[in-house]
Structures are given as C-alpha cells and as structure tokens.
C-alpha cells in the first residue's frame, strides 16, 4: 500500500511552514500509518485538512477552480497573510517498501491580477541523500510555468528526456502526462495524490433514501450509505451477512443488523437493538452516533480504500468510551497492510489515548499567528512517561507536552 511519507506545507493560510514526517532535503523520520493532529481551536487542524483536499482539488479541476470554491475565496485569501511567495508543497510518498520514494514539489503563484498559476512542478524519483552512492535524484518532471522536461518510457525499456510545453501555466503537469503510457512515474503518483478521501460525515444525509444503484466507494459525507452497502453486498454477499454481525457486535446497544430492499430495489437497514424484542429500526431513526460510527467502521471495509483516509474530529457526537474502541481499530486498519494511512484531527484525549508518541502531532500558534507543529515523540520526556505506561491523552490533559492543551 501507497505510504505518505512527508508533507511540507508553505504559505497556506495559518499554515506559513510547517512540515509533517520526512520530505526531500530533510532527515526527520517518515510518517506513522496513523497520524493524529492535536490542538486547541483555531490551531490551524482544519486548515490542514483543507490543505489537503487543496491538493486534490487541484489536480482534478485545476488550479483556478480549486483557489475559487466557495470555502476558499480565491487565492490572495489563500496565502499566507502578508505573504508574497507562492504556496508550496513538498510530499514524499513511497509506492511500496521495496521501491524507491518519489517527492513531489508544487508552487502555486499569483499573477499581478491575482489570478493563480502553476510557477513551478517537480517530480523526483531518488531523496537527495543519495547523491554521491547510487546515482543523482532523477526528476521524471521538471517545470516551470508550464514548460520544461520530462522523462519518457521508450519501448526499448529506456528512458529519454522530452521537451514539455503544457497549453496553460495553470494546468499541472501530472495531471496532463498521467494517462499516457511513457509516463508510468506520473502517473502513479497522480493515482495516488488524487485518490485521498477526506470525510466530513453528516448523520442526517446518511438517514436519505438515495436513488437505488450500489456505489463503490461511501462519499465524503455519508449520503450514499445505502449505495455503499449495497455495493459491498452485491460483491461479497456471504462477506456481507458477517460484516453486518461484525459492525453489531461493535456498537453498544446494538443485539443485530439486517438489510432488505425495497420494492424499487433500494437497500435499507434494520436494526434491532437491545430490550426492544424484534422490533425494527431503520436508519432514519437512529441516533448520529450509532450512524457514525457504523459509517467509520465501514470505511474500513472497502474493498478498494482510498491511500490516505483523512476525518476531522470523528469524536463529535460520540461516547467518550467508544472513541479509543475506534482509535484501534484505525490503528489496526492502517497497520494491517491493506488499509489506508489515516491522518484524524481530534481534541479528544480518549482518542489520544490509544496512540503512541510518534503517531501525535500537536499544533500551536506561534507570536506571529502562523502554525508551528511538534511531534510528541520530540518533546522531551514524553517517550519516556509513555514507556511508563502513562496514557498520551493522559499527558496531553495535564499539559505534559507544554503546548496543544484541549
């Protein structure tokens, strides 16, 4: 499974530099499978998200549109106040453990309308700290507004450099060069930036009957639940009768959980819960919390998962004691091999909980306004109390770490 190594973030918003895990010139350790971000309100976790999503957004719908959604407000709104660099992105990820890592480097820029433009992508196959050992870092993709070189698959099995001049200085290069055979590097990486899933949850849009039709994947809020299932039953019927017991057993309150279609074909689901007989509940009726941590429980059961699962404060709404239950599971999930990597902003300690010091990352306003970020395992003492069996969120709740408290 695709791995996030590192992600370097510059000029965006609140986020004016901050790095996570290891990126290109850098010698920090490479991000954990389950990364959990901390810290009070207005420490810039939303702002993270979004950066993230930015990024999505700016390969499927180009640069333009992605600085102009509504939550956006263009790109002066953008970038960091008083700034006048482009906002910039280093990521490093690592296909699998047996390949080299890619880093992929991005500025966005404004033109003297404030309109915004690609100033410079790179694509680079070899880290930097192997130059002088096994050969220089290759850049499969090297531009600048829009022209330069890339480097092509030959039908000889060697490569060759390629002038590139794109039509606009505000399309992307991967996004351009993906599809195309000769450029295999590109267009990995392409698959595996656009394919992150960030979800905002909404209990009262999973409660809709959407149109029948299974749906292969559950949508950022939760809207197509029924589709979602219907999906995962018509795959793996006989996986789907066990999951159903599965996710019963996980939620308190539940005895089980059956589905039915409609006479228009539509799955629903009934639940039964406990001290309520052979009554029957549908998911109109039940409460936010067991929706969403049925809809969380889910997301791990997709048969082709996204390669990073990002989820803002999945805390919201449910029982303090189900939260460090979920953490695990997560934890598991991402560890397993065939799961996600998992980035979750939270302020809860009782998730936190469940984590160990290098899986916490915990933000903090610095005196000039912007975001400065610390990875627990980095603040001293903190490994230490945890190997004595003392609780992260423990800590964090008593100030332990100095900073973030909730």
């Given at each position: 499974?695709?791995?996030?190594?590192?992600?370097?973030?510059?000029?965006f918003?609140?986020?004016?530099?901050?790095?996570?895990?290891?990126?290109?010139?850098?010698?920090?350790?490479?991000?954990?499978?389950?990364?959990?971000?901390i810290?009070?309100?207005?420490?810039?976790?939303s702002?993270?998200?979004d950066?993230?999503?930015?990024?999505g957004?700016c390969?499927?719908?180009g640069?333009?549109?992605?600085?102009?959604?509504?939550?956006r407000q263009?790109?002066?709104?953008?970038?960091?106040?008083?700034?006048t660099?482009?906002?910039?992105?280093?990521?490093?990820?690592?296909?699998?453990?047996?390949?080299?890592p890619v880093?992929?480097?991005?500025?966005i820029?404004?033109?003297?309308n404030g309109?915004?433009?690609?100033e410079?992508?790179?694509?680079?196959?070899?880290?930097?700290?192997?130059?002088?050992r096994?050969?220089?870092?290759?850049?499969f993709?090297?531009?600048?507004?829009?022209?330069?070189?890339?480097?092509?698959?030959e039908?000889?099995?060697?490569?060759?450099?390629k002038k590139?001049?794109?039509s606009s200085?505000?399309?992307?290069?991967?996004s351009?060069?993906?599809s195309f055979?000769?450029?295999?590097?590109?267009g990995?990486?392409?698959?595996?930036?656009?394919?992150?899933?960030l979800?905002?949850?909404?209990?009262?849009a999973?409660?809709?009957?959407?149109?029948?039709?299974?749906?292969?994947h559950?949508?950022?809020?939760?809207?197509?639940?029924?589709?979602?299932?219907?999906?995962?039953?018509k795959?793996?019927?006989?996986?789907?009768k066990?999951?159903l017991?599965r996710?019963?057993?996980?939620?308190p309150g539940?005895v089980?959980?059956?589905?039915?279609?409609?006479i228009?074909?539509?799955?629903?689901?009934?639940?039964?819960?406990?001290?309520?007989?052979d009554?029957?509940f549908?998911?109109?009726s039940?409460?936010?919390?067991?929706?969403?941590?049925?809809a969380?429980?889910l997301?791990m059961?997709?048969?082709?998962?996204a390669?990073l699962?990002?989820?803002e404060?999945?805390?919201?709404?449910?029982?303090?004691?189900l939260?460090?239950?979920?953490?695990?599971?997560?934890?598991?999930?991402?560890?397993?091999?065939?799961?996600?990597?998992?980035?979750?902003?939270?302020?809860?300690?009782?998730l936190?909980?469940?984590?160990?010091?290098d899986?916490?990352?915990i933000l903090?306003?610095?005196?000039n306004?912007?975001t400065d970020?610390?990875?627990?395992?980095?603040?001293?003492?903190?490994?230490?109390?945890?190997?004595?069996?003392?609780?992260m969120g423990?800590l964090?709740?008593?100030?332990?770490?100095?900073?973030g408290?909730?």
């Amino acid at each position: 499974m695709a791995t996030l190594e590192g992600i370097q973030i510059k000029n965006f918003r609140g986020l004016k530099d901050v790095t996570l895990g290891r990126v290109l010139g850098q010698n920090q350790e490479e991000l954990t499978r389950l990364i959990a971000v901390i810290g009070a309100n207005g420490t810039g976790k939303s702002s993270l998200l979004d950066a993230l999503s930015f990024l999505g957004d700016c390969l499927r719908e180009g640069v333009e549109a992605a600085c102009d959604k509504p939550q956006r407000q263009g790109f002066e709104k953008l970038r960091s106040k008083g700034s006048t660099e482009a906002i910039q992105f280093d990521v490093r990820f690592r296909s699998d453990e047996k390949t080299p890592p890619v880093n992929y480097k991005m500025h966005i820029n404004g033109d003297k309308n404030g309109r915004p433009f690609v100033e410079l992508e790179e694509l680079v196959h070899k880290p930097v700290e192997n130059i002088g050992r096994r050969g220089q870092p290759r850049k499969f993709l090297s531009l600048k507004k829009g022209k330069g070189d890339a480097w092509v698959d030959e039908p000889s099995d060697k490569k060759s450099i390629k002038k590139i001049s794109l039509s606009s200085d505000q399309e992307l290069g991967i996004s351009t060069l993906k599809s195309f055979v000769e450029h295999k590097e590109i267009g990995a990486f392409h698959q595996f930036l656009s394919g992150w899933y960030l979800s905002y949850f909404v209990p009262e849009a999973a409660r809709k009957q959407p149109p029948a039709g299974a749906q292969p994947h559950l949508d950022r809020t939760g809207e197509n639940l029924a589709n979602y299932l219907q999906f995962i039953e018509k795959k793996q019927p006989k996986e789907f009768k066990q999951l159903l017991k599965r996710l019963s057993q996980k939620i308190p309150g539940l005895v089980r959980i059956e589905s039915d279609k409609t006479i228009d074909h539509r799955l629903v689901l009934k639940f039964f819960l406990s001290g309520f007989g052979d009554e029957e509940f549908f998911q109109q009726s039940m409460s936010d919390s067991t929706l969403k941590m049925l809809a969380y429980l889910l997301l791990m059961e997709d048969p082709n998962p996204a390669s990073l699962v990002g989820i803002e404060e999945p805390e919201n709404g449910l029982h303090h004691q189900l939260l460090s239950v979920l953490a695990s599971e997560f934890k598991e999930y991402a560890s397993s091999g065939i799961g996600p990597q998992v980035l979750l902003t939270t302020h809860s300690p009782s998730l936190v909980d469940a984590l160990s010091p290098d899986e916490v990352w915990i933000l903090e306003k610095n005196k000039n306004g912007f975001t400065d970020i610390t990875r627990a395992a980095d603040i001293e003492g903190v490994p230490e109390l945890f190997e004595q069996g003392i609780l992260m969120g423990s800590l964090w709740y008593s100030n332990h770490f100095g900073i973030g408290s909730p």
